[in-house]
């Protein structure tokens, strides 16, 4: 999930506010170099040297480069784990698999709980009240256990299967209708998002929702992600004089957000006081597991905030990771018609004339195979994931102070030529041999982490997996996918958004099957 990790993409445009406000930080450093030195040296991981106060915010801005680009060409020169100093905050990245293995299994403990956050992203998680953005400690315990045993488990998730039905069917729908009015061509991102969002919507609110309510939730959220993008200021907090009317603007979009879901949450209510009341409630709901929810070492119920707060991270949780895997799949079906050919007979031979079931995956090792090279290929949300540590520790020799972001680069591991072989090619007959196979978890050794690993390790894994597999299966049986414009050639590189998504969003041709 990417509200996990910082985005970092607006930060090359920032570049022109650090200039004017090079004077202010002159004469802070001033200051900084009259203080006396710290008694005891930490020795950090190497990294690129920096400028005093600013770090090496310069250059990352001055690369012009992604920040995942600039994160990738470090490590041909720093190796394994270094240092990149951004502004106040100090980043330890680490790309190793054997690494990530100490930090998240070995000494998971450690290494789970999440750094400091800034104003911004503390407006929107209600003051670290989320199972994302909770320090590692009781209030995280309980939201996440909550979170796994009352929606997520697998006898919880059966329980919704009506609901993934209903979204399919409107999937499959809806990509017909948009063929139809295109001469066959369809926007991918979209219209799983759309679908993703809606099963996600009634899982949260379990209250039925037309279109239009969808598109206005979906705008509001989208607004709040929007929001959440990294300010120079939160590297430089020094610099947060120049940046009130964007605090402004940030409180203002956090009162749209509060006011648009509290009725539904109101509504929500009055359906369980009066049983039958609302015809558009349905049995259960996310939101049921919180409005009685007794939080270790909290007196109070959640407030109404805290239930937006909770409902937009189940919503933001699973809806763009979810539906940029797709995107993303379905880009690799195009690229590779023998893998599509090979899913869709294996589809036919599992189910026949009837439509896929869920239930039907457990039988298809072939697109169970092609999911989890997907995830290997494209983890989308492959950026850093943020940790930080409990106490001081060290990672391969160097210490690990608590003040830092210890950062998780993912994409080092699963395209590791030492891991796997011919690692650029999306190749689904790795682990159908069952030759590579990787614990997804990494509990027995890390070789990919797309929902990432250990304590923190995501707890929406068994509930994507379902939803990947269906859609994309439901998607390969309903149509032939090929390159839109005809025999064009796909584009694979990838920008960071809420995820890593394709730079070009992907339209298909979609033909379909008798
Ligand atoms: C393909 C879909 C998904 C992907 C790739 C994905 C990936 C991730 C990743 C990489 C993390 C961070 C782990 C870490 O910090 O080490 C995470 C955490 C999380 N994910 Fe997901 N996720 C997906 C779907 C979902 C769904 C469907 C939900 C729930 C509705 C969800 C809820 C969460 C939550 C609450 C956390 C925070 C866990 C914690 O801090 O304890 N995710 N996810």
């Known amino acids: 999930m990417a509200s996990l990790s910082f985005s970092f993409a607006s930060l090359s445009s920032s570049y022109h506010l650090l200039l004017p406000a090079l004077a202010f930080i002159l004469s802070c450093l001033i200051l900084l170099l009259t203080q006396k030195p710290k008694s005891k040296r930490v020795n950090l991981p190497p990294g690129p040297p920096g400028w005093p106060i600013v770090g090496n915010l310069f250059q990352v801005a001055r690369s012009g480069k992604p920040f995942f680009q600039y994160v990738d060409d470090l490590r041909g020169k720093y190796g394994p784990i270094f240092t990149l100093r951004m502004g106040t905050r100090t980043l330890i990245i680490l790309t190793d698999a054997k690494l990530v293995h100490e930090a998240l299994i070995e000494k998971g403990q450690i290494f789970a709980t999440r750094p400091r ?6 407006i929107f998680s209600s003051n670290k009240f989320t199972v994302n953005a909770a320090v590692y400690g009781p209030v995280w315990r309980s939201l996440r256990k909550n979170m796994v045993q009352n929606m997520l ?13 209903t979204a399919m069917e409107t999937l499959v729908n809806r990509l017909r209708a948009e063929a139809k009015a295109n001469d066959g061509a369809v926007w991918v991102l979209k219209n799983a998002r759309f679908a993703v969002f809606c099963i996600l919507l009634a899982m949260c609110f379990g209250l039925e929702m037309g279109e239009e309510t969808v598109k206005k939730m979906d705008q509001v959220m989208k607004k ?40 539904f949450i109101e509504k929500r209510r009055k359906a369980i006081q009066n049983p039958g009341s609302d015809e558009t409630a349905t049995s259960f709901s996310y939101l049921d597991t919180l409005f009685d929810l007794k939080v270790e070492g909290r007196k109070s119920l959640p407030t109404d905030p805290e239930l937006v707060t909770l409902c937009s991270e189940f919503l933001n949780g699973g809806t763009d990771t979810t539906a940029t895997a797709i ?45 989890k090279e997907l995830l290997r290929k494209h983890p989308p949300t492959y950026f850093l994931l943020t940790h930080a540590a409990t106490e001081p520790t060290t990672l391969a020799g160097y210490d690990i102070p608590t003040d830092v972001n210890v950062d998780f680069f993912s994409p080092a591991i699963s395209e590791d030529p030492k891991l796997w072989s011919d ?17 997804i978890t ?19 894994l068994g509930m994507a997996t379902v939803h990947v597999h269906l859609m994309l ?26 995820t890593v998504v394709m730079k070009n969003t992907l339209r298909a041709m979609i033909k379909p099957r008798d």
């Open 327 to 371: 995107e993303w799949g379905i880009a690799q079906l195009i690229a590779n018609p023998e893998v599509q050919e090979k899913l869709y007979k294996e589809i036919k031979l599992t189910v026949g004339n009837r439509k896929v079931d869920e239930k039907d995956a457990d039988n298809m090792p072939y697109l169970q195979a092609v999911v």
């Open 423 to 439: 690692p650029e090619k999306f190749n689904p007959e790795r682990f159908v041999s069952g030759k590579e196979d990787a614990d």
């Open 224 to 263: 709040v992600l929007i929001t959440l993008d990294p300010r120079i200021d939160d590297f430089l907090p020094i610099l947060s004089v120049f940046f009130s009317k964007q605090r402004k603007r940030a409180l203002e979009v956090r009162k749209e957000q509060v006011e648009f879901i509290v009725p």
């Open 117 to 122: 956050e800034n104003p911004t992203r503390n």
């Open 442 to 460: 990494g509990v027995t050794g890390v070789k990919m982490m797309p929902f990432g690993v250990g304590r923190r390790i995501c707890p929406g």
């Open 153 to 165: 488990s697998s006898s919880r998730l059966k329980g919704f299967r009506h609901v993934r039905e």
């Open 473 to 498: 299966a439901r998607m390969v049986q309903e149509f032939e996918w090929s390159a839109y414009p005809p025999n064009s050639k796909l584009d694979f590189s990838g920008k960071l958004e809420f």
